[in-house]
């Protein structure tokens, strides 16, 4: 999803670093406060914390700006959820947070929905790879 000019990319027209990390905490706080995600909640047993940061650093990296989340070691995203058992229902959850999150923000709204399309495509692959 990212743009072949750092300056347009989707990263900046959004607010940078500040506006990811709004974006994460919104996104963390709904998870840990709605019952209506407790599935997905459950997947992080020890609190989000530094979840929350590497959510962070991927988006970051995912639109646009620094690649400091993909210069790390460690493996791809989706090699990075392969032990969790991530459901249609899971993925739902984690979806429809998301985009609640990201209605919350100061992101344009139609940003927001490009935004959520492409995260649609990566939580159903993640659903769908067992």
Do not use: N
Request: glycine share 8%; proline share 5%; hydrophobic share 45%.
């Amino acid at each position: 999803m990212q743009s072949t000019d750092a300056s347009d990319s989707i990263f900046i027209r959004i607010g940078g670093s500040p506006a990811i990390r709004v974006l994460v905490d919104e996104f963390y706080d709904l998870i840990e406060a709605d019952p209506a995600y407790s599935g997905v909640m459950a997947l992080h047993g020890s609190g989000t914390a530094d979840v929350r940061a590497s959510l962070a650093g991927w988006l970051s990296a995912w639109l646009g700006g620094p690649k400091d989340w993909f210069e790390q070691p460690h493996p791809c995203l989706m090699g990075l959820h392969l032990s969790l058992p991530i459901t249609a229902d899971l993925s739902a959850q984690w979806l429809q947070a998301m985009r609640r999150a990201l209605e919350r923000g100061a992101i344009e709204p139609w940003l927001a929905a490009q935004i959520h399309q492409h995260l649609a495509k990566i939580a159903d692959a993640m659903a769908t790879r067992r």
